[in-house]
Structures are given as C-alpha cells and as structure tokens.
C-alpha cells in the first residue's frame, strides 16, 4: 500500500433516524490507524465509541444515515463500496469483537456452528470441514477455554457471561488479519482472565501485524495496550495524542476530568469524576458539545466548534483554550 | 431419555384433555334445550314411535349412566348411530373426514409455505413497495372471513376467468376411484387414474385457498414481525461484521428463531380449520365432515355432534403435539432446559 495508514476516517458524521427527529450521533470525526499500530479509543459509554466502528464494517443499522465524511481503508472507501467489496472486508480483513457478547452470539445455534461458518468466511482456511473444525478448537484453546470440543456442541445460554466473550474473543482471533476492532473486550471477565486475553490480543497483534483498534472505558488497559489513543466526547474526537503524552500532558479539560475519576493507589487525595451527563444527540448543544460540562468554558465555545488541530509534536486537541 | 420422558408425559397430558373434552361436549350437547328424538322423527311423527326413540337412546336414564354407555361403545369403536343419516357416526366420519382432511392438507401447505415466504420477503425488504403490497393483502386476508374469500375466487376463478373448478370433489364426468384412504387424491393415484387426479387436486386448489387466506396472513405478519425484531439483534451484525454472506444470516441464523411464534399460530390454525371449513365447503358443495357437524347441531344430532367435536378436538391435541416437538427442535433453549 502506497497510503502509511491502514484507516483513514476523516469528518464522519452518522445520524439516526428516530422517532422525534434525528439524532446526530457523530459529528464530524477524525480517525486515523497506521499499519501494526495499537489504537485506543476511549470515552463514557453512550459517545460514538461503537457507532463509530460500526461504520467501517457498514453495520449500522437501518435508520441510521451517514450525511458526510469518508471512510479510506487501504487506500479503498468503505461508504461507498460495492456489496461484493464489502464482502471481503468483512472478516477477512476487519474482524471485530463485540462488547455485549451474549447479543453477539445466536441464541439457537450451537457455538461450534457460529465458529465455523465465521472461519469458512474468513478465507483463511480451505473450506473442508475438518480443517475448519481443527482451526475453531485451536481458537477456543488459544482463548484458555477448557474442553473447546464440548464448547463447540453448547449452545451460548449454556455457558457462563466469561465464557461467551472468549468465544467472540476466539472467533475474532482466529480470523483477524489486517486490523482487528475490540469493543472492550475485557468489560465481562474476571481479572485473572482479562490478563490472559489482553496478552493473547498483544501477541497476536504482534505476531501477524495486525492493527489494533481498542474500545476501552479501561484508561488503564489502554495504557498497557495501546501506542495512542483518541479521546472521544459526544461523537466526536476530543484530542489524540501518543499514550505516554495523554497521560502526562492531557490538553482537553474532558482528559483531564477522565484521568482525574481513576482513583489513586497512593490514596491521595479524593478522586474527581466530571459533572453533568453527556448530551441528548436530538438536540446537542451549539459549539462543543462539551461546553456545558466544561470548568474553563469561554464565550466562543457556545458559538463555535473548535477545530482539531495539532498544538504540539503529534498531539492533537479539539479546544479553543490551545491555539497551534 | 429426555425426549422419551417428554413424549410419555405428553401424551398422558392429551388422553386427559380428550376425556375432559369429551364429558363437556357430552353434557353440552345434552343440555341444550330442544328434544334430539322429536326432531330426528318430525312433528307428525307418532308420540310412542318418540318414546319408543328415547328409550333406543337411553335418554331417559341420568346423564352419567348415558355418559358411561357411551364410552364403553367408543372405547368398541362404536359412536353410536346418527339420528339423520341413521347410519353409525363412525361410518359417516370415515366418509367425510378423509374429504377435509385433504383439504386442510393442502390448505396447510398453502399457508405454511405462502406465510413464512410472504413474512421473510417482507420484513428482508421493509419499508419496499413489496413490503407495503404484502402488509395490505395480509391485512384484508385476516380481516375477511374465509366465507368471503370463498365467494371472491368463485366469481374470479369460475366466472370471470373460469380456470379452476369450483364444485365439489371431482370432475362429474369421471369415475370415482375406489375408496382406499377416503383421499380422493391418493385414492386416484392409487387406482393409476391419473385424470381423475388432476381433477381431484384441481377441485381442491380454490376452497383450500380461501381456507388458508386468513392463516396465511397471519403467519405473514406474525414472520415478518418476529424477523424483523431478530433482523435488529447485534448477533446480526455480529455476524455480517464476520464476513457471513446476507443471504446465509437470513436463511439460516435469523429464520430460525423467527418461524418459533410462527410454527405454533400456524398449527392451531390448521387445528381450527377442520372446524372453520364449514361455510367455505358450504359455497364450494365440498362434502367435508365441517358441513356434516354443522349438520349435526342443527339437527341436534347427538352421537353426531359428540364424534365430530372429539374429532376436531384430537387434532388439536396432535397439532399442539406437533408444534411442540417443532419449537423444541428450534429452540434449544426448551429443549435442553425442560420447556422453562
């Protein structure tokens, strides 16, 4: 690929349909993944984080419309690809694992038949039975699964919360190739498993230079995972910066309100979480959406959004408080 | 091991609900005002020829001890005699079940078949011009008695475009094939007549239709719902994001669990129907064992009314066994979990 970057998401806006009106959930977001790189994408639950993601496998649903942006990855646009382009993407390129993963999975079909027809998919493997078979049971041993050949024969309702989000975990795994999308994949497990899963997702990411783009609430696992990260406010990208410079220098007064709720171990002083909720997407509030939440907001912040612009070596910030 | 514990206790389940069903229609039956001997023999018929009736049906015994001679004649095969025909109820029932039973076959097959693939289209593509079509047809077809259907096609198919038959069981210039089954479809075959076949199955198309129009409906909109709710679920777009072609995730992962509320309207309309073919038999002069119910409680038939009741009232319990065994099979979540 001529492009240095392996997904180039530029002003993406979505909005959904609803009853009411439409709910304008991105507002313009900027996204970039370069080739073997590790990504976080943090943010509370409810910001875009998802919707975002959804857009580059196009599985919005229905009522939702994307008005304006572009999705490049490897140097082809995703909006406007053909179904059959589409189809390979899907899988074979891009695998990704779904944060809830008891609605990820088919409630009536056994997990050894969602796996496998995932891998036949994928196109990584020759599509006989037992190579396929060999390769799903691989998967589920690699996710620390015990007896992945009773796995297989259960049905999802019949495995405990931990179990099924290593089975997505496994399925994505095994077919990730060029960029693998974890929408917080740690969320249901137990510490001592989270450990484990997060090792296998590095090593694999390593292993096969695969990019990796993670879903966290975590600021922590971001900060083990990740080489940067993006932080996201009501849909759209508030600053990006490498990992070591976030959590050191954080520019944007959300940042700061976030690594200032992760309670210290030294105990010191009170954690601080961020007043006030994110916006109603029906009718956000003019300028940055972060304004009314916001300690140093200024008059212009209620007229204009602020540009995302870069104020120091690679450290972007979406804030009229840092000027170039 | 499961499964056998299952079928044992459901059928233990289904003999209760048949005897139960039985006592109630008996007393029913014989609660009802009007006098079942007088009106079998006619005003004018001679007051000790009446009585001389009462005593033949042991009407004049309490209701129990009549409740009792009856069931030793059924448990004999014998339902008694009707009053009307003044043939055994069981021979009349072996001439005219067969007769509705292949035509609810065939009107099964129409609604199961046209129900599922109405629903499936429409809810893949909602908010089409072929969604809306199938939304309106599906809303008349359950609003419209199955009577009016039955007179709509008749005016279409036989007068204004008379393609199909539209009376009775076959063509009257044909032989009847000999009674084998009482299916004179699969009678005709077994007999290598193949015309008469044809005829058979032709005559059969137009009443089943309209028999099926408003199941087909339903199950129509009842598939489309419960499709378009799975349609939304994320194991959907789990599965799209998994590279798995559109095609595979309708037919396979979200049909499956859709046809669950499906399965089960559509069998107890295909129950109801063996009841509800009444006016369309009517209008069709389809000799089916419907119109020789109706027949029966107009006539206050006794022996009649009690058999057909049981009748219609087994293939509820063999429709409900069925469904049963089908939503099991599609639903692992009863089947592994005992139906909790």
Redesign the interface.
């Known amino acids: 690929m001529s492009t240095p970057s392996i997904l180039n998401i530029q002003d993406l806006h979505v909005w959904f349909r609803v009853y009411g009106g439409v709910m304008k959930v991105l507002d313009g977001v900027d996204f970039e993944v370069n080739h073997g790189e590790k990504v976080g994408l943090v943010g509370e639950s409810g910001c875009g984080k998802t919707t975002t993601m959804?857009s580059i496998?196009r599985?919005l649903?229905?009522q939702a419309i994307i008005p304006k942006g572009k999705i490049i990855f490897q140097g082809h646009e995703v909006l406007t690809m053909k179904?059959r382009e589409l189809?390979?993407?899907?899988?074979?390129k891009?695998?990704?694992i779904?944060q809830?993963p008891t609605?990820?999975?088919?409630?009536?079909?056994?997990i050894g038949e969602?796996i496998k027809?995932?891998i036949k998919?994928?196109?990584i493997a020759e599509k006989d039975t037992e190579t396929i078979k060999n390769i799903a049971i691989k998967a589920l041993r690699d996710c620390a699964m015990p007896d992945p050949e009773r796995i297989m024969k259960n049905?999802p309702?019949?495995l405990s919360g931990g179990m099924r989000q290593r089975v997505?975990i496994a399925?994505a795994l095994a077919?990730a190739s060029n960029l693998l999308i974890a929408d917080e994949p740690t969320t249901n497990l137990d510490v001592t498993i989270q450990d484990q899963v997060l090792n296998l997702i590095r090593t694999l990411v390593q292993e096969k230079g695969t990019s990796l783009i993670l879903i966290t609430h975590s600021l922590g696992v971001a900060r083990e995972m990740t080489d940067r990260i993006y932080v996201m406010y009501a849909g759209r990208i508030v600053e990006m910066a490498s990992t070591q410079e976030i959590f050191e220098k954080p520019y944007h007064p959300y940042t700061r309100g976030l690594l200032n709720s992760i309670p210290k171990l030294t105990g010191e002083g009170m954690m601080v979480g961020i007043p006030g909720h994110l916006p109603n997407y029906l009718n956000p509030p003019s300028g940055c959406r972060f304004h009314p939440r916001c300690d140093d907001a200024m008059p212009e912040c209620r007229i204009k959004k602020p540009p995302f612009i870069e104020v120091n070596n690679g450290h972007k910030v979406a804030c009229f408080l840092y000027k170039g | 091991m499961k499964s056998r514990h299952f079928i044992i206790h459901r059928l233990a389940w289904s003999v209760f609900v048949l005897v139960g069903l039985s006592i109630l229609i008996f007393f029913i039956a014989r609660v009802i005002p009007g006098d079942p001997a007088r009106m079998a023999l006619g005003p004018r018929a001679p007051q000790w020829a009446v009585d001389n009736l009462v005593k033949e049906l042991h009407l004049n015994e309490p209701i129990y001890v009549q409740y009792w001679l009856w069931l030793k004649g059924v448990l004999h095969g014998d339902f008694g005699t009707s009053l009307v025909t003044r043939r055994p109820v069981s021979a009349d029932i072996k001439e005219f079940f067969p007769a509705t039973l292949e035509l609810i076959v065939v009107a099964a097959i129409i609604e199961t078949v046209g129900g599922i693939l109405l629903g499936a289209l429409s809810a893949r593509y909602?908010g089409s011009w072929f969604d809306s079509l199938v939304r309106l047809i599906a809303y008349l077809g359950v609003v419209t008695p199955a009577f009016v259907w039955a007179i709509i096609f008749m005016l279409i198919f036989g007068y204004v475009w008379p393609i199909l038959p539209i009376l009775g069981r076959i063509d009257s210039n044909l032989t009847v094939p000999p009674t084998v089954t009482g299916l004179m479809t699969i009678d005709s075959l077994l007999a290598g007549d193949f015309e008469a076949f044809k005829s058979a199955f032709l005559h059969l198309l137009l009443p089943a239709l309209a028999l099926a129009m408003g199941g087909m409906s339903q199950a129509a909109r009842i598939t489309r719902a419960s499709m378009s709710e799975n349609l939304?679920?994320?194991?959907v777009?789990?599965?799209?994001?998994?590279?798995?072609?559109?095609k595979?995730i309708i037919l396979?992962?979200v049909l499956?669990?859709s046809l669950i509320p499906t399965v089960t309207i559509i069998a107890l309309d295909i129950a109801a129907m063996l009841g509800n073919a009444f006016l369309v038999e009517l209008v069709f002069n389809y000799p089916g064992i419907s119109r020789y119910g109706i027949n029966a409680m107009l006539t206050k038939d006794l022996n009649a009314i009690v058999a057909v009741i049981m009748v219609i009232g087994l293939a509820f319990v063999v429709m409900n066994f069925i469904v049963d065994l089908i939503v099991a099979y599609?639903?692992?979540?009863i089947r592994?979990?005992g139906g909790k």
């Open positions: 959804k496998l599985i649903p229905r179904w189809q390979e993407l899907r899988g074979q891009i695998s990704m779904f809830d609605a990820a999975l088919n409630p009536v079909f056994t969602q027809d995932t998919y994928s196109g049905y309702f019949q997505c399925m077919t | 909602s939304s679920r994320d194991y777009g789990s599965e799209m994001a998994a590279g798995i072609p559109m595979l396979k992962y499956r669990p599609l639903d692992p979540r592994l979990q």
